[in-house]
């Protein structure tokens, strides 16, 4: 059993599998039919998550408990798995795109395209929190002292994530299907 496969029976849950099938009920057909249309999203997609890495490896450099960071590393982990689901599933057959070499088919790229707005948010949620910590740990060697952190709490956050995650596939497949072909 590979790595990615552990990490994803670690971290899939039935949200994930239902919006994994459901970017490729949404996109499977037009992945097949030009899959170089898409290797700008993955792209981006998997930028959004090496951008998360950094701030996670950061956050984690300032001492921050493991409880608080998490929830973050979990949610980065399920946008990982997603990516590299291809490797074990053989959904399609041989890759499609290689993208900052990563090989990817179908399921992978309508991976990339469902939870594309998950990987920007996590980006956005991590960055602030780097920062928030990072202006404690400069505070505390300045001897000041900040007010209570304002940021939520990271956890229990799943209502959260798949409301948005139903939005954005939603709200793409509906700009997709729109599209002149």
Same mark, same amino acid.
């Given at each position: 059993?590979?790595?990615? *496969? !552990?990490? =994803?029976?670690?971290?899939?849950?039935?949200?994930?599998?239902?919006?994994?099938?459901?970017?490729? !009920?949404?996109?499977?057909?037009?992945?097949?039919?030009?899959?170089?249309?898409?290797?700008?999203?993955?792209?981006?997609? @998997? &930028?959004? /998550?090496?951008?998360?890495? *950094?701030?996670?490896?950061?956050? =984690?450099? %300032?001492?921050?408990?493991? &409880?608080?960071?998490?929830? /973050?590393? *979990?949610?980065?982990? !399920? +946008?990982?798995?997603?990516?590299?689901?291809?490797?074990?599933?053989? @959904?399609?057959?041989?890759? %499609?795109?290689? @993208?900052?070499?990563?090989?990817?088919?179908?399921?992978?790229? $309508?991976? $990339?395209?469902?939870?594309?707005?998950? $990987?920007?948010?996590? =980006?956005?949620?991590?960055? %602030? @929190?780097? =920062?928030?910590?990072? &202006?404690?740990?400069? $505070?505390?060697?300045?001897?000041?002292? %900040?007010?209570?952190?304002?940021?939520?709490?990271? *956890?229990?956050?799943?209502?959260?994530? /798949?409301? /948005?995650?139903? +939005?954005? +596939?939603?709200?793409?497949?509906?700009?997709?299907?729109?599209?002149?072909?």
């Amino acid at each position: 059993m590979s790595d990615w *496969t !552990v990490l =994803r029976q670690r971290v899939w849950t039935g949200a994930w599998q239902r919006l994994q099938q459901a970017g490729l !009920v949404a996109y499977a057909d037009q992945i097949l039919s030009q899959p170089a249309r898409f290797r700008a999203h993955v792209e981006r997609f @998997v &930028a959004a /998550l090496r951008q998360v890495r *950094t701030s996670l490896d950061h956050i =984690r450099q %300032l001492g921050v408990p493991d &409880a608080r960071i998490r929830p /973050l590393e *979990t949610r980065h982990a !399920v +946008l990982v798995a997603g990516l590299h689901t291809d490797a074990e599933d053989r @959904v399609e057959g041989p890759p %499609l795109l290689v @993208v900052a070499g990563i090989a990817v088919g179908v399921a992978a790229i $309508a991976w $990339a395209i469902a939870a594309y707005q998950y $990987a920007v948010h996590l =980006r956005e949620q991590t960055a %602030l @929190v780097e =920062r928030e910590l990072q &202006a404690r740990v400069e $505070a505390s060697e300045q001897g000041r002292t %900040l007010q209570p952190s304002t940021l939520p709490e990271q *956890t229990n956050a799943k209502l959260g994530w /798949l409301m /948005l995650g139903g +939005l954005a +596939l939603a709200a793409g497949a509906l700009a997709w299907r729109g599209r002149p072909a």
